[in-house]
Each structure stands twice: as C-alpha cells, then as structure tokens.
C-alpha cells in the first residue's frame, strides 16, 4: 500500500515511465545519408508524420567569414534558389533579426510565405554561436494567394574548434502546410541541410 507522504513520488516516477520513452525516441536522429563532407540525419517527431532535419560538417575557415555570412541579413541569395523576395523587418547585431520571405513553389501548390524571428546567443567563454529561428506572428498580414508557414523552426550551432576549423550545425522543420502530401515532404527533406551547407562551404573555404 501507498501512503499518502509516498504518493508524489509514485506519480513522478509514473510519469517518467510513460512520459520519457516517447521523449527519448522524438530526439533520437537516424543517419541518412553523406555529401561532400556534409552528414545529413533526419528525424520523426512525435505527434507529426513530416521529418526534422540535421546536417553537420566541419570547415577550414574563422568564426569571423563563417558568422558573417549566416549572420548576414542582407545578404541571404545563397539560402535557396527558391526565394523570390526577403523583406529586413528589424536587426540588431548579434542580437536578433527579422524578416518576411516568400517561396516560390511550382504548380499545382501555392506558394508560401513566412515571417521569422531569429535570435543570436553566443558563449563568452568558448565562442560557440546559436542562430534560433521561430515564427513571428501577426506582424505580416497573411496573402489569400499564398500558404502562410506557421509550424517552423531551425538552428545554426557554430562551433570554433582547434587549428582553425569549425564546425556547424544545422537543425530544422518545416510544415509546409496546404496540401503538400508527408510522404513528398520526407523524401526531399535531407536536400534542405545538403543545400544550404555547401553553399556555406563555397562562401567560407
């Protein structure tokens, strides 16, 4: 029998045993495949049938040449060939910036657009930057042409490590909304991080 002064206990542990498992498996990354260096991993989160995203490498270059390019609002033309138009809605040096894009996506789908925040932490002590985009809400109205992306995020972790390498990070999900079917979304999915970091490697070697 459980006494009343036990009760909180039983529950906590209850709790982690149902609780934890699931947690566990939502951060556990599959590794799917390597390119130039780039490892590409994906993930199946709970509650969603679309795939998160994780590519890591490492490059021969300075935190300075790497930060300057990821950090860069004005100057976003090597994200994706698919951006028809970006819009600077506030910047703060290593701090934040903002900003409203729009994707041009073939036919039948519409295209879509997405207004972000990004915020900027960095480690006094080693160096190590973040980059954490999320959506910004109820800042740009929403177009009745285009399918607004409200279910968003993604992480840049740039990492100084020694004889003048450093390592990168990219981590991210996207819900494309409309009618874009999951089983399309996560065939493709490993392209984003594969993309983007050899555009990074290109700019900062």
Known sequence: MITRSRQPLFLLILLLFVILPGVLRAQSWQFAKERDGIKVYTRTDENSSLKSFKGVMEVHSTMDKVTSLIGNVKNFDWWDDDIREIKVL????????????????????????????????????????TYMARPLPNVIPENPDMVRIKNYWQKWTI???????????????????????????????????????????????
């Not at 409203?100 to 930057?129: A, M, N, S």
Request: aromatic fraction near 14%; hydrophobic fraction near 40%.
């Open 159 to 205: 990492i100084p490590m020694e004889k003048g390498v450093i390592k990168l990070v990219m981590e991210g999900f996207v819900d494309p909304g409309g009618t874009v079917p999951a089983w399309l979304y996560n065939m493709v999915i490993t392209d984003t991080p594969l993309k983007v970091m050899r555009e990074v490697q290109k700019r900062v070697e």
């Open 90 to 129: 506030g910047f703060e040096k290593d701090k934040f910036f903002k900003y409203y894009l729009i994707y041009d996506v073939p036919w039948p789908f519409f295209d879509r657009d997405l207004c972000v925040e990004t915020l900027v932490t960095i480690d006094p002590k080693t160096g190590r930057r």
